[in-house]
């Protein structure tokens, strides 16, 4: 083990918080920290200490990830294993100590138990996370100093904000790239080379609490609020391109939003197809495919930088797609002001999740992104919302998504 998966020293804490980056041995860490309580293995502990809660976001993570996962808490027990019971939902060691595992969707099953230590793994994607800790810490009283392990890669929720601040809480950070040995070297070039220098990078790669940028047109918690699983019934669908200005490696990105609107004014943004470094024709075969999965009603193309090689080039590969050129005469930020004000009044959902296009809106202030590059995916998303909401047509026509 690293000495970063090793838990803190001393008895002066309650709650060892470790931050890290997918693939950073979180889990390991987890995992060792369970099987150590419960067989009395130091570091871990002097004496057997049970029993143990197990937390997850669901009981599947808590078995599949937690559990009997590659790095989970069997896989850590060389010896002393101990026996997982499914029907009971819980693992029991031979010498007697005992995990029960609770899912983070049914905080009322904290209400009643108690414990002597608990793992929480990915607090972050509680969807009751504050009700989840609060019904827990209550139940965390049994032995001479009860504690917890938090094992998440971190997202600015509030709860763990009041965590990291906590006088009883020891931080440890961990990121992807200190377990390298463990992980696929393509995968570790693929996620540097696409996530480097992004805010999304920063917190799943390097393990930090990425906060909203100070005078950003967008913040995370507004768009979790507004966030919903499908989509409703849809009067009006386009895909929106931001194509960019030429195709070499290092050019922009070619922004493709697909979005929605319903007849009650609201709008869905359905899907990021964003397409890195692309030729006209792979970017243009992109946002046609899209247009005729989505069942469209038309292709919405930003011209500035390519004038009507746009909207050749599209009708080149399928002439029975409409296209709709749309010239840019503001700037970035005053294009996006009006359509951040549609998201305040809470009328613009995000379908499921879309982290790099989140990512952009809320780095996004007057003096651009932080990394100085074209918010290609956000002003594709702008375009989209810009047409669906404020150019309604006459004949709207109704589908499902």
Request: proline share 4%; aromatic share 4%.
């Given at each position: 083990m690293r000495q970063s998966q090793r838990p803190p020293s001393g008895n002066d804490w309650r709650t060892w918080l470790l931050l890290g980056g997918r693939g950073s041995g979180k889990t390991r860490a987890g995992g060792a920290w369970v099987h150590g309580m419960a067989t009395g293995l130091p570091p871990f502990s002097k004496i057997p200490t049970g029993p143990i809660a197990l937390v997850g976001e669901t009981f599947a993570d808590i078995r599949e990830v937690m559990i009997e996962g590659p790095a989970g808490i069997c896989a850590n027990a060389i010896y002393e294993k101990p026996r997982y019971e499914p029907t009971r939902r819980r693992l029991l060691w031979p010498n007697g100590i005992v995990a029960e595992a609770y899912s983070a969707h049914d905080p009322e099953r904290l209400r009643g138990p108690q414990f002597s230590a608990a793992w929480c793994d990915e607090l972050c994607k509680w969807p009751y996370a504050q009700e989840c800790w609060d019904m827990l810490q209550f139940g965390l009283r049994l032995g001479v100093n009860p504690r917890q392990l938090v094992t998440t890669t971190p997202k600015p929720i509030p709860?763990?904000?009041?965590?990291?601040?906590?006088?009883?809480?020891?931080?440890?950070?961990?990121?992807?790239?200190?377990?390298?040995?463990n992980l696929a070297p393509s995968f570790l070039a693929h996620v540097s080379e696409r996530y480097s220098n992004t805010s999304l990078g920063r917190q799943e790669l390097q393990g930090e609490l990425i906060e909203a940028r100070e005078g950003a047109l967008w913040?995370?918690?507004?768009?979790?609020?507004?966030?919903?699983p499908i989509a409703p019934q849809l009067s009006r669908?386009?895909?929106?391109?931001?194509?960019?200005?030429?195709?070499?490696?290092?050019?922009?990105?070619?922004?493709?939003?697909?979005?929605?609107?319903?007849?009650?004014?609201?709008?869905?943004?359905?899907?990021?197809?964003?397409?890195?470094?692309?030729?006209?024709?792979k970017w243009a075969n992109r946002a046609i495919g899209e247009f005729h999965t989505?069942?469209?009603?038309?292709?919405?193309?930003?011209?500035?930088?390519?004038?009507?090689?746009v909207a050749s080039v599209i009708r080149s590969i399928d002439d029975r797609v409409p296209v709709l050129s749309?010239?840019?005469?503001?700037?970035?930020?005053?294009?996006a002001e009006p359509v951040a004000a549609l998201?305040?009044?809470g009328r613009v959902h995000h379908v499921g999740v879309m982290p790099e296009l989140e990512d952009e809106m809320c780095d996004f202030t007057n003096e651009g992104l932080s990394t100085r590059r074209s918010p290609d995916r956000l002003d594709a998303c702008v375009w989209?919302?810009?047409?669906?909401?404020?150019?309604?047509?006459?004949?709207?026509?109704?589908?499902?998504v």
């Open positions: 709860l763990l904000k009041k965590l990291m601040a906590d006088e009883a809480t020891r931080l440890t950070h961990m990121t992807t790239f200190e377990n390298a040995t913040n995370r918690e507004q768009l979790e609020s507004l966030r919903v669908i386009i895909v929106a391109v931001d194509p960019p200005a030429t195709s070499k490696s290092t050019s922009d990105a070619c922004g493709i939003v697909v979005a929605g609107c319903d007849e009650t004014g609201h709008a869905f943004v359905l899907a990021d197809r964003t397409l890195k470094a692309a030729s006209p024709n989505w069942q469209a009603d038309m292709l919405l193309a930003e011209v500035n930088q390519g004038g009507e090689m749309v010239h840019a005469t503001r700037g970035k930020y005053l294009r998201y305040e009044q989209a919302i810009n047409q669906l909401l404020m150019q309604r047509p006459n004949k709207p026509r109704i589908r499902t």
